[in-house]
Antibody, heavy 121, light 111 residues
């Protein structure tokens, strides 16, 4: 069974940093691209970014409004992807989801349960 | 302001058929597959339609997707109370360095 489990969320002050983890199981993690998507309370889905597989040089891309503050990485030996968030702003408060790209079904076919990040003083 | 445009809300009575539209451009829907997600209250989004018109196993055939040009639609027939949820369309966008774009979401109310 495919599972994605986010961790590392919580309360952080404006200007601070936080690193989220996305632990994967039930599929071949190393060949799968992993995306991060966020959702502010009562709002829609916003794409954060993605990291591709080793075969695709671990290429990353990010949402335009986030570029430069957020960094996505992965450790295939641990079946885990990461989202490093720096210079956090109050408007970054949201539930953050990781999701994978499936070989057959494609974009964001399985999602984690989400983790809440609150940026407040 | 979402890149893909969806109606904010729609409704229907049990048993009826509803459609949700998703409008984009040549750089996203016009040249890439469309995906639809269902989000029940308090839960993560769930894949409903992939590659514009394919249903994952376990998704009832009451749900169907279509795409034409730069627009796509999700149809739900035989509406049931458990279909009440938020629905999002998504697509890859080839502009700039590439990104995933979402619609703003459509809240479906079953009357």
């Amino acid at each position: 069974e495919v599972q994605l489990v986010e961790s590392g969320g919580g309360l952080v002050q404006p200007g601070g940093s936080l690193k989220l983890s996305c632990a994967a199981s039930g599929f071949t993690f190393s060949v799968s691209a992993i995306h991060w998507v966020r959702q502010a309370s009562g709002k829609g889905l916003e794409w954060v970014g993605r990291i591709r597989s080793k075969a695709n040089t671990y290429a990353t891309s990010y949402g335009a409004s986030l570029r430069g503050r957020f960094t996505i990485s992965r450790d295939d030996s641990k079946n885990t992807a990461y989202l490093q968030m720096d210079s956090l702003k109050t408007e970054d408060t949201a539930v953050y989801y990781c999701a994978r790209v499936g070989a057959t079904r494609g974009l964001l076919d399985y999602w984690g349960q989400g983790i809440l990040v609150t940026v407040a003083s | 302001q979402s890149v893909l445009t969806q109606p904010p809300s729609t409704s229907g009575a049990p048993g009826q058929r509803v459609t949700i539209s998703c409008s984009g451009s040549s750089s996203n829907i016009g040249s890439n597959y469309v995906y639809w997600y269902q989000q029940l209250p308090g839960t993560a989004p769930k894949l409903l339609i992939y590659k514009s018109n394919q249903r994952p196993s376990g998704v009832p055939d009451r749900f169907s997707g279509s795409k034409s040009g730069t627009s796509a639609s999700l149809a739900i027939s035989g509406l049931r109370s458990e279909d009440e949820a938020d629905y999002y369309c998504a697509a890859w966008d080839d502009s700039l360095s590439g990104s995933v774009v979402f619609g703003g979401g459509t809240k479906l109310t079953v009357l």
